[in-house]
């Protein structure tokens, strides 16, 4: 059921995106394997059966209008349910092979290595530098070089290092929203997560800050498996290499992100991504 | 067009007139009673003992002193349990049980406190036949209570959601992110919910009659009965004599002054320069 609408509204969006030189990639192993994942808040079912493979290394998007699940469905990837009041999770999250939500399995575990960086920068009310090593503190770290080896790294490696170096003891909530959430990135890098969970991270911010966050993720995938929700395709274009479409809390497609935005199968991601949805 | 115009400024007239009403009130009852306090004010009266009808001088130094030590006494016994119930609230609030306690609470608060007074006498006086400063801290304690329970709740809950999230989502336990991320977010809050509640009890008369009681000594042990600053003033108007009026208003405008320096206190703990 592809048409030339479809086809067309890619051609644009490649423009300015280099998708087309993108290799189909299939054989990536998967990281993370959702299986059948069902969350409810309290009688309302917010995603309904869904199943993914996030592949190691890779960007994989996660569009859809608003209110389809996206946020829902992130945050069953590190837990993050298990404190919202009235949620609940069935199904598997396989890291590695293994379920987050096997019993016995600690979910303080699980956000160590499965890290999250939310749609408003929400940096804590405290210096930049206490910020970025918080989470190594927390994990028992005192030792000051260590410490501050760390800070640097995390900050350059979220692109922010320059613009800080020389006030690290200042408040964090005296950066820019764009600064802030490139802390809230390197925050989360200090505690060397191997899956990056993103959830809007440019959704608040100018074009240009939007720009260097895309960078950024475009780096990290080289030692990070990165999952993003995004409300602009465009920008799912540009950064992801795999593309999973929700509606309504369904998953209603998922392939390489070329392949959706070229040859959509179904034709509800068809009409979502030439525009016929919100 | 200029219908709303002319409903637009009544308004506005309307409530910067009620307004002011309060301020004045407020202004009123501040210069009135620093005019009258201030003749009998001076070094003796808040260094010395009272002395009996007709000398001239003494003070209610112990009364300030009592006061002192009541109200200290009941904020050990109130904080500790008001903060504690305040973060179970905020963080766990959900379910039957909670909820009772929220009801519980606000019943609490509007309990008379002559009549909490009462209770304190039924189970800390009666038994021992026996007036007492901890009798009268406990009832302090009961009205302090909800107080800051639902302030510290407040406070925790005002902490945003996504610097909680935040916490946990680098690996920290529920517990480190609440004690070492959201009870510091909100301490300024909580502080001033804890400034709020002693100035709530400092003035509180009725449930010293029959706890306290009052004294004429310095009294320290607070299993005895204690001289009260509100006592004194209570005592010192109802009688006849002209030299202890004076001496009731000079009370009434040090317990106004000390509520009004707490006040301000809270208020400064809570402005943005301070959170810093
Ligand atoms: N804590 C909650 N309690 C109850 N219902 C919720 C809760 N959070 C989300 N929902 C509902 O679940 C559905 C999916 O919400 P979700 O936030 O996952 O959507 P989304 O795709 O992230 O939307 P957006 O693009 O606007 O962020 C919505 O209908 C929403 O109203
Ligand atoms: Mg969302």
Redesign the pocket.
């Known amino acids: 059921m592809v048409t030339g609408r479809a086809l067309g509204t890619f051609g644009s969006i490649a423009a300015n995106a280099d998708l087309a030189r993108r290799a189909p990639e299939i054989e990536v192993a998967p990281k993370l394997r959702v299986e059948k994942l069902d969350v409810h808040?309290?009688a309302?079912q917010?995603i309904k059966s869904a199943s993914l493979d996030v592949p190691e290394n890779r960007v994989t998007a996660l569009i859809?209008?608003?209110?389809?699940?996206?946020?829902?469905?992130i945050r069953a990837l590190n837990r993050m349910h298990d404190v919202?009041?009235?949620?609940r999770v069935r199904g598997r999250v396989m890291l590695d092979g293994e379920d987050i939500y096997a019993p016995g399995v600690d979910p303080v575990s699980i956000r160590h290595r499965i890290g999250m960086v939310f749609?408003r920068p929400n940096p804590f009310p405290k210096a930049i530098y206490d910020n970025v090593v918080y989470g190594p503190r927390v994990h028992g770290m005192r030792d000051r070089a260590q410490l501050d080896a760390i800070c640097e790294r995390s900050l350059r490696r979220a692109a922010l290092w320059n613009e800080v170096k020389n006030r690290l003891d200042r408040s964090a909530l005296d950066l820019s929203g764009g600064q802030q959430q490139r802390l809230c990135i390197a925050r989360c890098l200090a505690v060397d997560p191997e899956v990056l969970l993103m959830?809007?991270p440019a959704s608040s911010l100018d074009p240009i800050a939007t720009s260097k966050i895309e960078d950024l993720i475009a780096e990290l995938k080289a030692d990070f498996t990165v999952v993003i929700?995004t409300?602009s395709m465009q920008q799912a274009a540009r950064i992801s290499d795999f593309t999973a479409f929700?509606l309504s809390?369904s998953l209603i497609e998922t392939g390489t992100t070329v392949s959706i935005f070229t040859q959509p199968k179904d034709k509800r991601t068809e009409d979502y991504i030439t525009g016929r949805y919100g | 067009m200029r219908g709303r115009h002319v409903r637009s400024f009544i308004g506005t007239m309307l409530t910067a007139f009620c307004a002011s009403l309060g301020a004045v009130a407020l202004l009123l009852i501040f210069g009135y009673v620093l005019l009258q306090g201030f003749r009998a004010l001076n070094l003796a009266f808040v260094t010395q003992l009272p002395v009996p009808v007709g000398e001239p001088g003494g003070g209610i130094a112990n009364g300030i002193l009592g006061s002192v030590v009541t109200v200290a006494l009941a904020t050990a016994i109130a904080m500790p349990i008001g903060l504690l119930s305040g973060l179970f609230l905020a963080l766990f609030g959900r379910g039957w049980f909670p909820g009772v306690v929220r009801f519980l609470s606000d019943v609490l608060s509007g309990i008379p406190s002559i009549a909490i007074g009462l209770f304190a006498y039924i189970v800390f006086v009666a038994p021992f036949r026996h007036f007492s400063a901890v009798s009268a801290s406990f009832a302090f304690a009961m009205l302090m209570l909800p107080v800051i329970l639902r302030t510290s709740e407040e406070a925790v809950r005002s902490v945003p959601r996504e610097i909680r999230e935040g916490a946990l989502a680098l690996g920290m336990s529920e517990y480190a992110t609440t004690m070492r991320i959201v009870v510091p977010a909100a301490r300024s809050a909580i502080i001033t919910g804890l400034l709020l509640s002693i100035a709530r009890v400092t003035g509180e008369t009725a449930p010293l009659l029959f706890t306290a009681f009052g004294s004429q000594f310095w009294e320290v042990n607070p299993t005895n009965p204690m001289a009260e600053l509100p006592l004194q003033i209570f005592n010192y108007a109802i009688s006849p004599y002209q030299s202890w009026h004076e001496q009731a208003w000079a009370g009434a405008l040090l317990l106004i002054g000390a509520v009004f320096v707490l006040n301000v206190f809270a208020r400064l703990v809570l402005s943005p320069r301070a959170s810093r």
Do not use: I, L, R
């Open positions: 808040y309290g309302f917010a859809g209008p608003s209110g389809c699940g996206k946020s829902t469905f919202t009041p009235g949620a749609q959830d809007e929700v409300h929700f809390g």
